[in-house]
């Protein structure tokens, strides 16, 4: 029979299938010498690949291949870290997607710009250097921070297994600087916020060609909620006066999920501003209208954002959507979905509304903070929600004088 290759995008290994239900897994070490071999071994399993056991052996594989420092590169480390902290003791299978993407990037980045160099000649002028390159790229001091500590992790993980002792490297990390980088005028017209009259630009094509993708950009717009929570919403999630964020519509090989919100304070209360209770009562009446059409044959009747048949509407698609409005409006400049988040919370905080309270609308809070805002709207965020629906109406309001 044909034979049927599984191989792991992220650098898991290799798994064939050689015959019927019979699998051989392949492993690519470097011995002392710094030469590279192949490890095999057949496993006895079904259909589907039997990646917990080849996991398994793989650490055993490269646990008893010892490395010498005078060999190792910063790769080598990162493999043997991959393979046996995170394959065994962080369970990494059971992570979140989002979680093992984030594993998965930062250790890409950290091998594009220190992979090929040997852990004994690392020193802090590389390191130094590496975080410089990750300002230069408009990585966030924060997601830079998380680079170095995944390479500190790695390298304490090294030294507890005895694989090399790591306690000159270790004292570099408390000496690396973070400057700023300074924007030039390309890179402040490329900000991350939407300007009001973008948005409006955008806006007007949407509502004529793409009425579906007005209706989102209205709720990320009045909320600040992510693209995938909107995709995400259904109707009892919706009440008078707030949303109520609980998940978010993802697709992966095809197949539409539910996951829970990106950070664990995402689960929050958004309140519905005016502007929005109307945009949200004409879509419900609009789309009722075309579920009394189709009838039983309407896939989803309790979701919000659905196609003309009632089905989920694919993340990609509407991405796709809004880059194609986009260049019909004449924007010139990258701006995303996230780019109209982005402006409903540096909207608020130019309306003087406390870093505190943009933090819980956006779930960025603390989740006790979430759980007693979800009981009742305090104080300050009443009053934020009238100073953005009066700053909007004014601002549409002269729009509408100037047009």
């Not at 930062?106 to 160099?117: A, E, V």
């Not at 600040?224 to 949303?243: A, H, P, T, Y």
């Not at 689960?267 to 059409?293: A, C, F, G």
């Not at 406390?354 to 759980?371: C, F, K, M, Q, Y």
Request: charged share 30%.
């Amino acid at each position: 029979m044909r034979k049927k290759n599984r191989r792991n995008q992220k650098g898991r290994g290799c798994l064939v299938m050689i015959r019927e239900n019979v699998w051989r897994g392949r492993v690519n070490i470097k011995t002392l010498e710094g030469k590279r071999k192949q490890v095999t071994k057949v496993f006895y399993a079904g259909q589907e690949p039997p990646w917990a056991e080849f996991d398994s052996w793989k650490a055993e594989v490269i646990k008893n291949y010892p490395l010498q420092s005078k060999n190792m590169t910063i790769e080598d480390l990162v493999k043997y870290w991959e393979s046996n902290y995170c394959a065994i003791k962080l369970k990494i299978d059971e992570m979140r997607e989002n979680t093992k993407d984030i594993y998965y990037y930062t250790s890409k980045r950290i091998l594009k710009y220190l992979g090929s160099k040997k852990v004994d000649e690392l020193s802090f002028q590389d390191l130094q250097i590496f975080v410089n390159r990750l300002i230069d790229e408009g990585i966030s001091k924060k997601y830079i921070k998380e680079h170095v500590r995944l390479i500190k992790s790695i390298l304490k993980y090294a030294d507890s297994t005895d694989k090399l002792n790591t306690n000159k490297l270790l004292k570099y990390f408390d000496n690396l600087s973070y400057p700023s980088k300074k924007l030039n005028i390309n890179e402040v017209k490329n900000s991350k916020a939407a300007e009001p009259s973008e948005i409006k630009k955008i806006e007007k094509e949407a509502k004529k060609k793409i009425p579906l993708l007005w209706v989102i950009i209205q709720i990320i717009k009045y909320t600040g909620m992510r693209r995938s929570e909107v995709l995400g919403l259904s109707w009892q999630d919706i009440m008078e006066d707030r949303i109520r964020v609980t998940k978010q519509l993802k697709k992966k090989n095809g197949v539409f999920y539910f996951d829970i919100p990106k950070t664990k304070h995402g689960y929050r209360v958004v309140p519905i501003v005016k502007q929005l209770k109307q945009v949200l009562t004409e879509y419900k009446v609009e789309q009722s209208y075309k579920k009394s059409i189709v009838g039983n044959a309407w896939v989803h009747p309790e979701h919000v954002i659905t196609n003309e048949i009632g089905e989920y509407v694919d993340p990609h698609l509407v991405t796709t959507w809004f880059r194609k409005i986009r260049k019909i409006a004449g924007i010139g400049r990258k701006i995303t979905l996230h780019s109209i988040r982005h402006f409903y919370s540096s909207y608020l905080s130019n309306l003087g509304v406390p870093v505190e309270t943009i933090s819980l609308l956006l779930g960025h809070a603390d989740r006790n903070s979430t759980e007693i805002y979800i009981h009742h709207l305090d104080a300050n965020i009443k009053q934020s929600v009238r100073l953005f629906e009066e700053a909007i109406e004014a601002f549409e309001l002269a729009e509408g004088a100037d047009g």
